[in-house]
């Protein structure tokens, strides 16, 4: 990395600017982690609006590649929008390329018009030499950041897996049957010498609030040397056999006492108190720490170089029983017969969590409150949003799994929102910043969660995965996810295959339902069930269903009693290559699952306490399955097998009647998929039943031949991308059984799913909308043929629907209207240099809202010519309405089914330019007519608004894509045009996803130009 300077005299020249302009103080800059390491990033919080005025070492101009996007160079220096999350306003930098950034400096420039600049001194953050540890301290560490309306601090994450010297098992502690016993249960010893201190920490299974002070006592014996004390301290009973020379009690954060082995005290709070560092408990993280200094150590024959042997163990205050032990095999014989090194060193277990974000191309608004919702609140009053995971992992330093969906990307970057706590491009650029620092890890998989047995062999599946490589790429700017996320699960014997020709080796499976159902019950949960298991070649990780299920509950304000308890027998197991894993929708950890959509949960918050238990605890490494696949583990070898049947996780499973085909092809109790015929309009049925891929004859095999035969170029790459879009979540139905939770020993649901279920209306809508692919394979066709550019009408059937569409081309417009809102459906403009042409109309991967062929009201799909609204009818009929359709040489005439409205549009001979003249009943008042431009809508996908420029002059507004030295355009020109939409008011009718909405009105008769064009 390079970096740049701003010219000799920045830093004199930036200290007279600053000095010219307001000064404050009331910006209340925090940073953190205060003291950061190379490598590390950097958060900056105030709690004003306004933008960080920054530089590198002295001022210096960064490199581009550690410059957010967005950023403007201004006054000497780079500015950035701080983002506002949680009531104050944000921004992370870093981590900066290659260690070379020594310092970071900046100021704020308030929105007010003052600026903080730290009292004239302006903010200097040092970055130190990297470390494997952070220093301890006693008690409350650094600001790590906020979150749940909290703010979190380091607490015992300062120690690492190195300090950890031995473990203990749970629930072997001696019952005294009193509300402490769990307190007493010792989980996990450390020690750590540091600036001439011993540090020393314990865990405890459960450690209840207040218990110090009247239930648990801790004693660490300390060996340093030949000889010693054999008796136990402070009248417990028993001995040990390995004698101590010091012995440290402590019975709270204010009272301890330190013994040698003369039963005299050398340090005690009225005693040399000096050379006592502290002690503190955290119930909620369930751990004390404490330290001393090792001159005591030396003062009782340490020769300051020799290990150190410990023993640990706690008692209940008044009774003089050992109550547990760590790594004390048997605490009733009153004899402490094991000991531990500090030499020694810990096992851990490896904890995994996996963000599944997945949905349909949506609108921006749509966007905007998954990310963040200030409304939508969890119990406790705290924000939902997808941004809740983020914060967690980021905050506590967890890494985390994060499986975007190609079209949920694509919908983050095009969600633009002035304030960055809802910007999608914004959530984007968050996501690739914790890839890049390691602190997440991609998954990959198909574009748009299409279920993949369905479409094995045909291409389809390896057609979806490299469009969604391209889009993952693009937008998050990293390599190939290593890892393959089979839609919903469902799986069989051959859906490896595809996965394999997909180019993975690894993809995600479930230990309860897969490995159960394959390969026997006992198998699954057995150690089986935690490893990786390669299956017709391909490495499985397993989602383990009995943490999965309590990721979100929590015991007295950390991890789940069960967890704590698993996680600790998979540290201390000696088959280390296990990991447990846990999954959800991306909806639940936000707070917003689909079971309570319109009503937060206290999932984030919970699961917030979780990881940050799981963090504050080194015997567990909270890691990413890319992190685990690199660690080349030997998998559980399952061989080849044909026989594996279709299988999913355990709530489809039921809802399917154990099989997906009764969902795609149909049972006594689920209504069949692929014997429907999707509906044109009320009462009217398209001519081809949806089937299936491999059957000739029905719209999915036939949409899709048309798609393979279409010429290669920009066209069939929509194509493809129009198909796998439409064929999202394939099938699906809608369940009444919504019972998720409550299930018998065997793990099945008590609330049976007795009823007969129908597909889901906005499953229709989208699979119905596969027709639109061989709408743009005909267009690529075009493109690719040379056409005359003489002006062409044809009608025929271009969509698969068994009705004759219009087609108006030349040898640079494609265009294709429907009789359904005498609509243009979809446009298209061609390069004469190349012959290549791209989209201008009709967002054919955006999600319909519609079942059928219409449009629904509302910024889902727009169009071209859509009639908005007649205000003196105060109708949205004409929408949807039945349009009589004719044309001539060169021109379309589109009617309305009450005669009201004609519309006329016709194109010269090698013009771009499509005329509109309108003629309208006068007792329909004003028409708005609505048209959605889309030029490149791949290029709008991948790059959002940021690739989108619109020119309004007087008469004129045009939407524009530059894109790989590609331009593609759209204009209308009419003196009404406006992009200020009345419906559509935000984002300057950028809301429906992937469009440039314009509106013209006028009364009677009007026209206007429509222009297309690519070069």
Known sequence: MRLFDCRPSAPVLLAFLLALLPLTSEGAVIVSPANPQRGESVRIESDQPGRLHWGVNGWRRPAPDDVPSGSKFELGAMETRLISQNGRYSLTLGPFANGVVQELNFAVRLDNGNWDTNGGKNYRVYFSEKSKKRPITIGRGPRLGVTMGRTFYEEFQDWSKEDGHGLDRFLDRRAFHDSGDDSRDLLAFYSRKENDNLYLRTDFFDLAHGAEQDKVNVAFLIDTRPGGQSWLPDFVHGQTSYPWELAVIVESSHSYKVFNSAWKTVSAPNNRPQLWKGAYFRSDLDAMECGLSLQLLRENGWDGKSPLRFQ???????????????????????????????????????????????????????????IRNDHVKTPNGNQTGYHRALETHEIFNAPVNIHVSGTLAGSFQWAHHNDGGFDGPSFNRWIAHLTKSDRASLIGGVLA??????????????????????????????????????????????????????????????????????????????????????????????????????????????????????????????????????????????????????????????????????????????????????????????????????????????ATETNYDDWYYGSSGEESFADQYPPLRPGQNASKRFGDVWTPGTLFHDTWKDVQNAPEGPLKELAKATYCTAIFETAWHDEDQHNYHDRDSAGDYLAPDTSYDRISGWAFGMHNKVRDASMIASAAHWAKSNPSSQTKVEKRDVDQDGEAETVLSNNRVYAVFENDGGRLVMAFARRLSDGSAYPVIGASIVDPGARREGEIEGDFRVSGLRDQWASGSSSDRYINAHYNVSSSSNSVTLRSDDGKISKV????????????????????????????????????????????????????????????????????????????????AFNNGRNAALTQQLEVTGRGSFQFTIILSAW
């Open 905 to 984: 549009v016709s194109l010269a001979n090698g013009s771009d330019r499509l005329e509109v003249r309108y003629n309208t009943d006068a007792s329909l008042g004003k028409v708005y007519v609505r048209t959605g431009l889309c030029p490149n809508l791949m290029a709008l996908f991948s790059e959002g608004q940021s690739a989108l420029d619109v020119t309004a002059t007087a008469g004129r507004i045009g939407a524009k894509v530059k894109h790989n030295g590609v331009t593609v355009q759209g204009m209308i020109e009419h003196s009404s045009v406006t992009d200020k939409i009345v419906d559509s």
């Open 449 to 654: 969660e299409h279920i993949a047995p369905y479409f094995e062999t045909s291409g389809v599946n390896e057609a979806s995965v490299e469009l969604n490589h391209k889009v993952l790429q693009s937008v998050y700017g990293v390599a190939v996810p290593r890892i393959y996320w089979t839609p919903e699960r469902v799986i069989r014997a051959a859906t490896f295959n595809d996965i394999k020709s997909s180019g993975y080796d690894w993809t995600i499976v479930d230990q309860h339902n897969h490995i159960w159902n394959w390969y026997g019950k006992n198998d699954a949960l057995s150690n089986n069930g935690y490893k990786v298991n390669r299956i017709n070649g391909v490495n499985c990780f397993l989602i383990n269903d009995e943490p999965d299920q309590v990721k979100f509950a929590v015991t007295d304000g950390g991890a789940y009693r069960n967890t704590r308890a698993l996680l600790l027998g998979k540290a201390m197991d000696p088959d280390q290559e296990q990991v447990v894993i846990v999954f959800d929708d991306w909806e639940a950890y936000a707070g917003r699952s689909f079971t309570s959509f319109g009503v937060g949960n206290d999932n984030p918050d919970n699961y917030n306490l979780n990881i940050r238990w799981l963090a504050n605890h080194p015997w567990v490494q909270v890691v990413t399955l890319d992190e685990v696949a690199s660690w080349n583990w030997k998998p559980v070898d399952r061989g080849q097998r044909s026989d594996l049947k279709m299988t999913t996780y355990h709530w489809l499973n039921h």
């Open 312 to 370: 640990v163990y706690t008692w209940k205050p008044g009774n003089n029983e050992i109550a547990d032990a760590v790594a004390e095999g048997n605490i009733y014989d009153r004899r402490l017969d094991d000991s531990i090194l500090e030499t020694d060193g810990i096992q851990t277990a490896k904890y995994s969590a996996i963000l599944h974000g997945n949905q349909a191309v949506k609108r921006a608004s749509e966007i905007f409150e998954l």
